[in-house]
């Protein structure tokens, strides 16, 4: 886990991506590299996950990838198989974080109230996703829900684009955001990686200038 939050750390942006054909995640890898973002994840939302994880963690070992949108223990199976180093959850459902817990799988789960973080907090839990960040009230919900709960941080994701990036960066608790807008499925299925690597490198810039 401390690797993974490491990471996250260093990156501070983890474009969240979903694939309809699993060929393209090579080519969606090679765009993210070359932006200076080797790290994705690849969500549950179509059929073709598990083989996109699964080629990108073998043609691409040096990109990190996670797996999104996870629901079952089935499909923290099925990531883990694939090669995920991360598993990501929209909501957090015990069985689904114990399972990873018990089996040393870095997992973040969706948080957006308090009960939830002292769930996380009951597991020792250090990173929490906040999710849906912009629906859920933004960075002052989130400023507020953190202010009781000193150790643990934030991964927020939902309704962020560089517009407000750096609003939430700027904030101390957040070690990373989840950003949809970098490789959005339209631009995977239109073969426009040349645009997905000027998204990420306008990411890269701004996290720089924090």
């Known amino acids: 886990m401390d690797s993974i939050i490491k990471k996250l750390e260093n990156f501070r942006v983890v474009p969240v991506v979903t694939i309809d054909d699993a060929k ?7 765009a993210l590299v070359k932006g200076g973002l080797p790290i994705m ?11 996109a994880i699964a080629r990108l963690s073998y043609e691409l070992p040096d990109i ?15 990531s883990i198989d694939a090669g995920a180093r991360f598993i990501v959850a ?5 069985r689904v974080v114990d399972y990873c817990i018990d089996r040393n799988v870095p997992i973040f789960p969706g948080v957006n109230s308090p009960t939830q973080v002292e769930m996380g907090l009951e597991r020792n839990l250090e990173v929490l ?5 912009e629906a859920s009230g933004g960075l002052k919900m989130l400023k ?3 202010a009781p709960y000193g150790d643990v941080r934030f991964m927020p994701t939902g309704g962020i684009n560089i517009d407000n990036l750096k609003d939430y960066l700027v904030f101390d608790r957040i ?13 995977i299925n239109d073969n426009r990686f040349d645009e997905i690597t000027r998204l990420v490198q306008e990411v890269v810039k701004t996290t720089q200038q924090i």
């Open 24 to 30: 393209d995640a090579f080519s969606l890898g090679k």
């Open 41 to 51: 994840e690849i969500t549950f939302r179509t059929a073709a996950a598990a083989e």
């Open 144 to 146: 507020a829900m953190a």
């Open 64 to 78: 990190c990838v996670g797996a999104g949108t996870v629901l079952t223990i089935d499909q923290v199976n099925q």
């Open 129 to 133: 996703k906040f999710f849906p960040a």
């Open 175 to 187: 070690v990373a955001c989840g950003g949809t807008w970098l490789a959005t499925t339209a631009l």
């Open 90 to 94: 929209p909501g957090f459902n015990p």
